[in-house]
């Protein structure tokens, strides 16, 4: 048996507070001056500790208060008070949420999962990937006690072009050329940012992060320099069709190239598959409503990989008023592949949306073989989404100026939480193996569906 | 039956209310809101006027209407009203600051608040939120309180085990020693006794100071297996199987190390700092004919037992529950997905398997077309807040619900979620330390437990009345009683 894959997590603690939740206002004018006063009474030393940091204007009380509100209801003269942080609410926005955000600091700082205590706070159910839930197995299947180690959970997959069936020559020996395929033991890989001060720091991070955790990140040849030359066995090129080298330096080294998609990106990718046949040659297609038919005939011609992304909220590309997302969208084109029969010869991966731990199984069981991330990678960093970047001002945690080996250890950690959630997710649906997982949609439950079975039968039909 | 209600305040100087009354330093103490308040919010403490008490302050626009406005007749324009803002902080989806304020006063008052507050529903967009009664519009005549029945049927098996009635169709969840305070588990154990109802060890084994409590205790058996002897399986009537936990279906449990104190190390026969893990699953149960083993082997050991099967809610739940009763089980206990624990991983409260509110009618129906319903007693837990969701539960197919958070939170919890950090619970509910326990005191804890469901009690009487219905039993299966926003 190979050695058991695992990813280590070592504490990195921000370099900036962190925007909290929770505000509490100190009205000191009132103040009783008493001796036993509710601040020295917190359980948690919320006002002992309390900081302020004046460059980012956030004070360390919002981040470490844990809303118990026992000083509010104690202090004699009731001079203390609470409200939800303004600053808070204004970080992301409707899809990235401040507490998407502030969840994924906390990965990253410690690569735990976020635990706590009572029970689920949020909706009943929600748009996108709320709308859907994981299943789990009791009595009548097992489970795959996965997270304490009695059982080895796969998590890696392969990407490239699968044989569909074995082959044979005219003697009668199977043909055993394979076609190249590059395995990677988490099913994530690392997506260009779509925006963000991105300074080297922020590269060489995700860099040292994808080797470390031994997966793949793409760079477009305008990133593409010589400090990156060390990590090129992680390196997924991501090129133009139109204007392709098949003799550029970038595709030197790598194991993965991924086309942009062009009317005539087939032809571009057999030039590329005859120059350089040990490549893995992947193409990016947008998801838009022509999405399906460019997949199921760039699936039959023969393309290994087929990237599928979607913007970054995780809709698909369309005018007008109600896009799909990308769940929706890449179930309907993984049923399509496998009504055709050739689902199982190409790896479908996707990006944009995937924002949470969840969404990564949830994503699998929609349909792709793996996913590429991109924001929750930067927020690690410790990107508030403010997006003051894409205006052209300055970064507020100054994401310019990253050390990479800080840097490399957030995504590292955040990395090590999100696999330890998925192996929870497949512990608790019982399978064992993560290439099971995609498409495998009868171990999911969607709200629609659950919504028609029970209460469509008792309340008829929904409005 | 008559509830013995005794009015148990809030341990706080402050209890949070829906409004905010001022009072500034014109107030000359002349007392004249003290007349003119009738909910009691202004009072004179010595010569000068006290905090007022604003959480029984009803609002500005009831005053205005009725002519009892303090902020109107002060004569030195000292007072002011408002929404609270810290409200804003409080609470969440599922639990608004309102569930929460308005269960805060039935613990205290077993009424149900005069102050205008949402106390049936909480603001999840789904589910019971959702879902509202359709009352008839008259009926030919009302029962009269006192000859509606609340009671439910524990063992309709009709076997040779235990007949046991509950006088209200609530029981209690498992939480277990270590993961609540003493104090705690004994005042949800008082409360169940003195409502005749049951209370729950959890599975961190039975405590020696729950032994007056016995007859109304359940005990569980539990993956980890901790604390199980002959001796404990022998002393209940009922013994729960938990299969699953709905706030973390599929998942195990981690007792860190450092919570492993000498008590707990000594009543889970395990060592004092060491970790202790409860796996997923049982390790001795992958078929329904495994499971019957354990029953059998629970039957051995006390012939007489009701047993209950706790399981969650996957896609085939139905199943599950067939198999449980096949298997021997008197009680099929489904526990949704958004149930309470100590502590649970986020993706799992949020993500696995499906909310209650789907699972009791897909079972209810399941039972049904088996024909088995009538011998099993369903119970429902995970995400019952109100007396109102209750109601709902029964009339979607349960014969009677667990709860678990709704009492805490009449033991003042906030709902702030840090039941693992620090030291523990703040207010003395989830927490080993023996200060912080010391902030509840048993029969304080006990008695808001119990006016709690003697609220609740008169909300689902009065909810049967209004249905025309005489027993709470009628009402099982009943969805034409409800119907649903969402649909037509």
């Known amino acids: 048996m190979p050695k058991k894959y695992h990813i280590k997590a070592t504490p990195a603690a ?66 203390l008070s609470k409200t939800i942080n303004p600053e808070f609410l204004k970080m992301g926005d409707a899809y990235w949420k401040p507490d998407i955000i502030h969840g994924t600091w906390f990965q990253a700082e410690t690569g735990k999962i976020p635990v706590s205590g009572a029970g689920y706070r949020g909706p009943f159910s929600g748009p996108g990937f709320d709308a859907m839930w994981t299943d789990m197995s009791e009595i009548v299947r097992p489970t795959r006690d996965g997270i304490h180690g009695r059982e080895y959970i796969s998590t890696g997959i392969d990407v490239g072009r699968k044989q569909h069936h074995l082959e044979f020559d005219g003697t009668g020996a199977a043909r055993l050329e394979m076609f190249p395929l590059v395995e990677i033991p988490i099913p994530v890989i690392f997506n260009v940012l779509p925006f963000g001060s991105l300074g080297k720091g922020i590269t060489l991070s995700m860099a040292g992060a994808a080797r470390r955790i031994g997966t793949l990140m793409y760079v477009t040849p305008e990133t593409y320099d010589e400090t990156l030359k060390p990590f090129k066995a992680q390196l997924i090129p ?34 590329l598959k005859e120059r350089h046949p040990q490549l893995v040659v992947s193409v990016r297609i947008p998801l838009n409503p022509e999405a399906k038919a460019i997949t199921a005939d760039l699936a039959r011609a023969g393309a290994e990989v087929i990237h599928l992304f979607a913007d970054y909220r995780g809709n698909e590309f369309v005018d007008g008023d109600s896009p799909r997302f990308v769940k929706d969208v890449m179930r309907d084109i993984h049923t399509h592949l496998v009504d055709e029969a050739i689902r199982d010869e190409v790896t479908l991966l996707t990006s944009g949306g995937i924002a949470l731990a969840e969404h990564l199984p949830k994503a699998l069981i929609c349909g792709a073989d793996g996913a590429a991330i991109d924001l929750p990678l930067l927020i690690a960093l410790e990107c508030r989404v403010c997006k003051r970047c894409v205006a052209g001002k300055s970064c507020p945690v100054e994401l310019n100026n990253l050390d990479p080996k800080y840097g490399r250890q957030r995504l590292v950690n955040l990395m090590c939480s999100w696999w330890s959630q998925l192996i929870e997710m497949m512990g608790a649906m019982g399978i064992r193996d993560v290439r099971r997982v995609r498409g495998e949609a009868g171990r999911a439950m969607f709200f629609e569906d659950l919504e028609r079975d029970t209460f469509g039968a008792i309340f008829g039909g929904r409005q | 039956m008559k509830a013995d209600i005794k009015r148990t305040a809030s341990r706080f100087r402050h209890t949070i209310g829906k409004y905010k009354v001022l009072r500034g330093t014109q107030c000359k103490s002349c007392a004249g809101c003290v007349v003119t308040c009738p909910y009691g919010v202004h009072f004179k403490a010595g010569t000068r006027m006290g905090m007022p008490k604003d959480y029984l302050c009803v609002g500005p626009d009831v005053c205005q209407s009725k002519g009892t406005l303090c902020v109107e007749k002060c004569p030195n324009q000292a007072l002011s009203v408002a929404l609270n803002p810290q409200i804003k902080a409080l609470g969440d989806f599922r639990w608004t600051a309102e569930l929460l304020m308005s269960t805060w006063h039935q613990a205290e008052t077993g009424e149900l608040p005069i102050v205008d507050m949402e106390y049936r ?30 009671s439910i049927e524990l063992n309709k098996r009709g076997d040779n085990a235990h007949r046991i009635t509950i006088p209200i169709p609530v029981y209690q969840g498992g939480m277990s020693f270590g993961s609540v305070s003493n104090s705690t588990m004994v005042s949800r154990a008082a409360a169940a006794k003195r409502w005749g109802t049951f209370g729950c060890t959890g599975e961190g084994g039975y405590p020696e100071f729950l032994h007056p409590y016995d007859d109304f205790m359940i005990t569980q058996v539990a993956t980890g297996l901790f604390g199980v002897k002959e001796e404990t399986i022998q002393r209940v ?32 026969e395990a060592v004092k700092g060491s970790a202790l893990f409860s796996p997923f699953p049982f390790h001795s149960v992958y078929s329904v004919e495994d499971h019957k083993k354990h029953v059998d082997w629970i039957k051995a050991m006390n012939p ?55 699972a009791i009618p897909k079972v209810h129906q399941f039972l049904l077309e088996e024909g088995v319903r009538d011998k099993v007693t369903l119970i429902a837990s995970g995400g019952i807040r109100t007396a109102h969701d209750i109601m709902k539960a029964i009339a979607l197919g349960a014969d009677g619900v667990v709860e678990g958070t709704a009492g805490m939170v009449a033991l003042e919890c906030t709902r702030c979620s840090s039941c693992e950090s620090g030291r523990g619970c703040p207010r003395g509910i989830a927490t080993t330390d023996p200060e912080l326990a010391e902030f509840v005191k048993v029969d304080w804890g006990a008695q808001r437990i119990y006016n709690l469901y003697a609220s609740w009690r008169k909300q689902m009487v009065n909810i049967l009345q209004q249905f025309g219905m005489r027993s709470i039993r009628e009402m099982v299966g009943r969805t034409d009683c409800l119907r649903h926003l969402d649909y037509n």
């Open chain 1, 14 to 79: 921000p370099r900036f507070i962190p925007v909290g939740r929770s505000g509490i206002i100190d009205w000191e004018e009132d103040c009783l001056k008493c001796t036993t006063c509710v601040k020295k009474r917190c359980l948690y030393d919320v006002y002992k500790n309390r900081s302020y940091d004046s460059r980012t204007m956030v004070d360390s009380i919002d981040h470490q208060c844990k809303n118990c509100f026992s000083c509010i209801q104690n202090c004699p003269r009731g001079v």
């Open chain 2, 237 to 268: 009537r009922i013994i729960e199987f938990k299969y699953a936990q709905g706030a973390k279906p599929g998942l195990g449990g981690h007792l860190l190390g450092d919570k492993v104190t000498e008590a707990v190390a000594k009543m889970r």
């Open chain 2, 304 to 358: 007489k037992a009701l047993v209950s099967v706790k399981v969650s809610t996957p896609a085939d739940v139905d199943m599950v529950a067939i198999g449980s009763y096949y298997a021997g089980a008197h009680i099929v206990h489904l526990d949704g997905s958004y149930g309470g624990t100590g502590a649970a991983p986020d993706i799992a409260k949020k993500n696995i398997a499906m909310p209650i509110e789907y």
């Open chain 1, 238 to 271: 991501l090129l133009p069709a139109e204007e392709l080298d098949l003799e550029a330096d970038i595709l030197k080294g790598v194991k993965m190239v991924e086309l942009f998609y062009a009317p005539n990106v087939w032809e571009r990718v057999q030039q």
């Open chain 2, 121 to 150: 529903l909480g603001n999840s967009g789904g589910g019971f939120d959702k879902m509202r009664f359709r009352f008839p519009e008259k009926l030919e005549r009302e029962i009269p309180a006192d000859e509606i029945d609340t």
